[in-house]
């Protein structure tokens, strides 16, 4: 086996770069990591129903019984609603059981995006550049979402509501706005705010402050959207991306007929964007030349874009779902119909429940997994969790969680997904009890790894859901953005971690800390290299590595001795067991 010798980094040392190579052969991380993350299977997974205990009323945090699981199962709940385990998030899942932690979880709302700049950026009526006096990170703190992702790797490596970051973060991949776009921290900031307040809130308002956000009206061209020439952008990507899709669909998700039917027409998206016509930026804007379109507000991201008469179509309209406009209506009566009309269409609850599991749980759902989400999405009801109202993220997300696909002890072959950048980042660094203020998952390894948050590069987000896994008859999402490039980059991100000490806090940011791991709590294990490389593995993967794979990381770790490695060996044993085990294939899946 080769072992290659790496610039030192962080004062590591070159020999330490060598020595965490020590018997690597069998962990390439190739191409091929899409047959062992699908199997190469058929389509479809586990049948049968959901498993929980029925309460009576709905669970609003800790009214549940414990039911205790296993560890395994625990592991795979806190991938799936987390943003990866912790030795004591397994052990207070697997005491409580699913239903209670989920049900403890909806109950959390930690999380909040609070920095950056403000307003002022949207209200500057000065000679000038805004940002001329302000210093050299003006553009990052007023206009960028760089202040964003120091929040967003934050929360989600050390705030406790876990589940609802984790259904914020599919939602904006669903109803997705983009820094490449938007400029304006603090209406990403908004905007992003509203997703964590509706993860376990009503689809429909989601959509609702989706459609009145006038960040999303800046980048779907829907803010100051004028009867006469209405711009269909805004009114396409709401019925194609975020609302029904373009093919009509059983209950189960499955094509309706085994062909695709097209949905709409582009008659129907015209329909909808005079319906949409009307909404311009809330007031509180101001720039040195006044607001343009005449009657209208200037751009201002802070709050709700707000109905300008003068703008809005007012002719009868034809909707989908048999819904329908009378002639004289006004700009909101209209968005509440284009609402009804959506969340009313058959296909909304199995083409938004298909979404959630697959960035929740799995790429692949059997229809019958879709169907169970399907129907919690429409009766508003699942085992207690909901209020009744057809879209309840929480009869949503429960049924999508608590269900046999999810559960079973046993997960078939099409079963699990590729874990994407963003939960590799937050995953290792909370597993091996890191820190950090999000400054190097940015523009660093966020690029490196092709997911840079809040800059997907469209609207149709890093990656599209049906994305073909190669050599099978699958999808991965994720494998969108992976390669032979992003692959290696995966080992790498774990290497910066565990051997070149990751990134030191930096002045130029905020209440810094740095990117670290903290790997002191494993050194008493570090003795006995079984016990160690076990424990690392219980803690990813939730079951012990496979017997080969288990034998030769064994031995690497135990190849560290204070003969041939001095008195730090025990530190090399536990650095190498980490990295052994977090850049695994197998911890690359979530299954």
Request: proline share 6%.
């Amino acid at each position: 086996m080769s072992c290659r010798t790496y610039p030192s980094k962080a004062g590591i040392p070159s020999s330490i770069g060598r020595r965490c190579r020590a018997g690597l052969g069998w962990l390439g991380l190739s191409l091929s990591l899409a047959l062992v993350a699908c199997g190469g299977g058929s389509s479809g997974g586990g049948g049968g129903g959901a498993v929980a205990p029925t309460p009576s009323t709905e669970t609003i945090g800790g009214n549940l019984p414990d039911a205790p699981t296993s560890s395994r199962d625990a592991v795979r709940l806190a991938d799936q609603a987390s943003f990866g385990p912790t030795e004591s998030l397994v052990a207070s899942i697997q005491a409580q059981g699913a239903a209670k932690w989920i049900s403890g979880q909806m109950a959390l709302s930690n999380s909040r995006y609070s920095r950056g700049g403000d307003g002022a950026v949207h209200q500057y009526t000065g000679s000038g550049e805004f940002c001329n006096g302000r210093g050299d990170q003006c553009w990052r703190d007023w206009s960028s979402s760089t202040p964003l992702v120091w929040d967003f790797y934050r929360n989600a490596v050390g705030q406790p509501d876990q589940l609802r970051q984790r259904v914020a973060l599919a939602l904006q991949q669903i109803v997705v706005v983009s820094n490449l776009e938007v400029d304006g921290t603090y209406g990403l900031r908004n905007y992003h705010n509203a997703l964590l307040d509706q993860a376990f809130g009503n689809y429909r308002e989601v959509l609702r402050k989706v459609a009145l956000s006038p960040v999303m009206g800046d980048y779907l061209n829907n803010a100051n959207n004028d009867k006469s020439a209405p711009n269909e952008n805004f009114a396409r990507e709401l019925l194609q991306l975020f609302a029904i899709g373009t093919c009509e669909l059983n209950g189960d998700g499955t094509l309706k007929g085994g062909d695709c039917v097209a949905t709409y027409d582009n008659a129907k998206v015209r329909e909808y964007a005079y319906a949409l016509t009307g909404w311009t930026y809330p007031a509180g804007g101001a720039t040195p030349w006044g607001c343009w379109p005449t009657g209208t507000n200037c751009r201002y991201y802070g709050g709700d874009m707000v109905a300008v008469a003068a703008f809005h179509d007012t002719q009868a309209r034809s909707l989908l779902s048999g819904v329908s406009l009378a002639s004289g209506h006004t700009a909101p009566a209209a968005l509440d119909k284009v609402l009804d009309s959506v969340m009313a269409h058959p296909n909304a609850a199995p083409f938004v429940g298909r979404q959630l599991i697959q960035h929740l749980v799995s790429s692949n759902p059997s229809p019958a997994y879709v169907q169970r989400v399907a129907n919690a999405f429409t009766s508003g009801r699942f085992q207690g969790f909901g209020t009744g109202e057809r879209g309840d993220m929480k009869a949503t997300v429960a049924a999508i969680l608590l269900d046999a696909e999810a559960r079973s002890t046993a997960p078939t072959a099409s079963a699990g997904r590729l874990r994407e950048p963003i939960q590799l980042f937050a995953g290792v660094l909370r597993a091996l009890n890191g820190r950090t203020d999000g400054d190097a998952l940015g523009w660093w390894w966020g690029e490196n790894l092709r997911q840079h948050v809040f800059r997907p590069p469209s609207v149709f987000n890093f990656y599209p859901p049906n994305y073909p896994v190669a050599g099978t008859a699958l999808v991965g999402p994720a494998f969108g953005i992976h390669n032979a490039n992003t692959a290696l980059q995966r080992i790498n991100y774990v290497n910066y971690l565990v051997f070149w000490n990751g990134s030191a806090p930096s002045s130029n940011v905020p209440a810094a800390l740095g990117t670290r791991v903290d790997l002191s709590a494993f050194l008493p294990d570090a003795g006995d290299p079984a016990k160690l490389t076990d424990r690392f593995a219980m803690l990813a993967l939730g079951e012990p590595l496979p017997a080969k794979t288990r034998t030769q990381v064994v031995n690497a770790v135990a190849a560290f001795t204070q003969q041939n490695s001095g008195n730090d060996y025990l530190k090399y044993r536990v650095q190498q067991a980490a990295y052994l085990v977090f850049a695994s294939p197998q911890y690359q899946l979530i299954r």
